[in-house]
């Protein structure tokens, strides 16, 4: 299910990445908490030279460093520890503080904890192979805008040359219950206005606070946004409406909870609708790549052509075929 | 400058909430890099008790603390700080680590590092009011869905009721240059197109990975989106053109890796525009409240009233005001 999940969704987010990795062993050992080999390895990281950093995260706190150790490859993860409520005391007590600023009823420090409350998780990979580094690496995106004749010359035509690749058999397992059946949510077996809603494969269903599920239309032609005229309203309008009964029903949560939307660019090119939770940090949900349903009816009501008429931005990974196209006729 | 940080702009739906404050004070003190009232504000924070955890988040290593300072209530805001690739080499040379497993080519690590290179962000409101404990409190949010009437009938008649709390004098601050005037990036001093960028408090201006300004306008009149109509478009051209080219000239990055977008509903009801980094998760990127410049100064050019005559959507926490007016009118 994996190779699924990689291919129904993808990049948008450049932190969406640095989760996936490629192979992680289970636990096997467990030890050191006091001492044991800690010499010996503290003697390993001291050696440790850099040689760039593969991606990091000023937000989460969290960076992908690449080096070596002796003569090895390696990959060094850290990640700083989440704050954790029961060393408050301790920290507040224990801590240096240096004033920054005051100003009326605020100030801000910079404040430094007792080693051992503050501690960094450090995740070690050697040697690390060519794969790791590679999979650890941030690619980069770009903000690419679209015009109308973009989309015909440039991504059209590159969506169709690899529609070999893009053709999701696995959408066609899904409307055909050759595949996650027991999976599904809702289903409107309308040819015109159906489609299937199932939990997104990112989702473990364990807790609704970071809810997520796609409807897949069962009209095949339709790539993207790009392709949506006024025609299509009754099925957006459906989708839209069924899709949050069927959370409703499902999961209790109403649609004030609801954040629905489509990507541009897709990640593949079968129209597809995401129902995120509110307040959920969902990869993709970024204005940058995401078109609220309420909007998208809206545009298509007011213009029947808006999205075929439309510039529209939107971005790519440095390694996208795409983003190529766009830099070879000059669009970046 | 974290706490006006905090006041000015937080996170996407939920923690957004948590930074906006109606009045924000302008900066009169800066000082403390070598000591100073150091010691001082040391004793202020070992004598701290905690009361409560009024939020926090474990991917961002945030926390929101509520509690006592003598006998004057206070919120004590912890973030950690992003990982510096400048202090890779000290770290790793300068941390001891404690081996917590090992497991083929991979192991894993409690690393104490050096307290100078892992401080914590810390921010003081003391005396704290009630509410301020109830803006940092975490809170539900629910997705409102306002008509060109409801903004009429419900959304403006409580912006203007609002209006003295809400009236942003630290923004004519800046605008007047009475604070913050050594921060200023682009200053156009022009009355109809003119507007100020500068960095975002909560960016801490070390990396341009969280790159974050924000351009105020100098228009006073401009409340919203809503208020915007092709008049403005020339306004909206500069903010765009101008803001990226000052971004690209002192900080090297290019319009293709910025993402430039307005707030709907706003933090504070005079026309700003941010400008942050494309790939940055920053709070209040959603596609549920972001809307991009570049779609604004479309939808105008097509309809002149586009935002006058819009159904928009945008999430409101439990306790804003506004909810429970949306409430009370029967629209939720």
Same mark, same amino acid.
């Given at each position: 299910m994996a190779t699924v999940a990689a291919k129904r969704e993808i990049s948008s987010a450049e932190n969406d990445e640095l989760s996936r990795e490629p192979k992680r062993p289970k636990a096997d050992d467990k030890n050191g908490?006091?001492?044991?080999n800690e010499s010996e390895w503290e003697n390993v990281l001291s050696t440790f030279t850099t040689s760039s950093v593969l991606s990091d995260s000023a937000r989460e706190k969290i960076m992908f460093v690449h080096g070596k150790i002796a003569d090895h490859d390696a990959v060094v993860v850290l990640e700083k520890t989440p704050i954790r409520e029961d060393s408050l005391a301790e920290l507040f007590r224990g801590s240096k503080l240096r004033l920054e600023l005051r100003n009326d009823i605020y100030s801000s420090y910079r404040l430094q904890a007792p080693p051992h409350l503050n501690e960094i998780k450090t995740t070690v990979v050697c040697p690390a192979t060519e794969k790791h580094v590679k999979k650890y690496k941030r690619q980069e995106s770009f903000l690419v805008e679209e015009t109308s004749e973009d989309y015909r010359s440039i991504t059209l035509p590159y969506i169709q040359e690899q529609s070999l690749s893009l053709q999701a058999s696995w959408v066609y397992n899904i409307l055909e219950k050759?595949?996650?059946? #027991?999976?599904?949510v809702h289903d409107d077996a #309308? @040819?015109?206005v159906g489609f299937v809603l199932l939990p997104d494969l990112k989702w473990d269903q364990k807790q609704v606070d970071d809810l997520y599920l796609i409807a897949i239309v069962r009209q095949k032609d339709i790539k993207s946004l790009r392709d949506l005229s006024s025609e299509h309203l009754p099925l957006l309008q459906n989708v839209f409406l069924r899709g949050k009964e069927a959370i409703l029903q499902r999961?209790?949560? @109403?649609?004030?909870?609801l954040r629905v939307y489509l990507h541009y660019? @897709?990640?593949?090119y079968h129209l597809h609708v995401h129902f995120t939770k509110l307040g959920y940090d969902a990869p993709g949900c970024g204005v940058e790549r995401a078109h609220l349903l309420s909007d998208v009816i809206q545009n298509l009501q007011t213009d029947p052509q808006f999205y075929k008429s439309r510039t529209l931005h939107f971005p790519l990974r440095a390694d996208d075929g795409l983003l190529r196209r766009f830099k070879e006729a000059g669009r970046l």
């Amino acid at each position: 299910m994996a190779t699924v999940a990689a291919k129904r969704e993808i990049s948008s987010a450049e932190n969406d990445e640095l989760s996936r990795e490629p192979k992680r062993p289970k636990a096997d050992d467990k030890n050191g908490e006091e001492g044991g080999n800690e010499s010996e390895w503290e003697n390993v990281l001291s050696t440790f030279t850099t040689s760039s950093v593969l991606s990091d995260s000023a937000r989460e706190k969290i960076m992908f460093v690449h080096g070596k150790i002796a003569d090895h490859d390696a990959v060094v993860v850290l990640e700083k520890t989440p704050i954790r409520e029961d060393s408050l005391a301790e920290l507040f007590r224990g801590s240096k503080l240096r004033l920054e600023l005051r100003n009326d009823i605020y100030s801000s420090y910079r404040l430094q904890a007792p080693p051992h409350l503050n501690e960094i998780k450090t995740t070690v990979v050697c040697p690390a192979t060519e794969k790791h580094v590679k999979k650890y690496k941030r690619q980069e995106s770009f903000l690419v805008e679209e015009t109308s004749e973009d989309y015909r010359s440039i991504t059209l035509p590159y969506i169709q040359e690899q529609s070999l690749s893009l053709q999701a058999s696995w959408v066609y397992n899904i409307l055909e219950k050759k595949a996650e059946a #027991d999976k599904i949510v809702h289903d409107d077996a #309308d @040819p015109e206005v159906g489609f299937v809603l199932l939990p997104d494969l990112k989702w473990d269903q364990k807790q609704v606070d970071d809810l997520y599920l796609i409807a897949i239309v069962r009209q095949k032609d339709i790539k993207s946004l790009r392709d949506l005229s006024s025609e299509h309203l009754p099925l957006l309008q459906n989708v839209f409406l069924r899709g949050k009964e069927a959370i409703l029903q499902r999961y209790n949560l @109403p649609a004030s909870k609801l954040r629905v939307y489509l990507h541009y660019q @897709p990640s593949y090119y079968h129209l597809h609708v995401h129902f995120t939770k509110l307040g959920y940090d969902a990869p993709g949900c970024g204005v940058e790549r995401a078109h609220l349903l309420s909007d998208v009816i809206q545009n298509l009501q007011t213009d029947p052509q808006f999205y075929k008429s439309r510039t529209l931005h939107f971005p790519l990974r440095a390694d996208d075929g795409l983003l190529r196209r766009f830099k070879e006729a000059g669009r970046l």
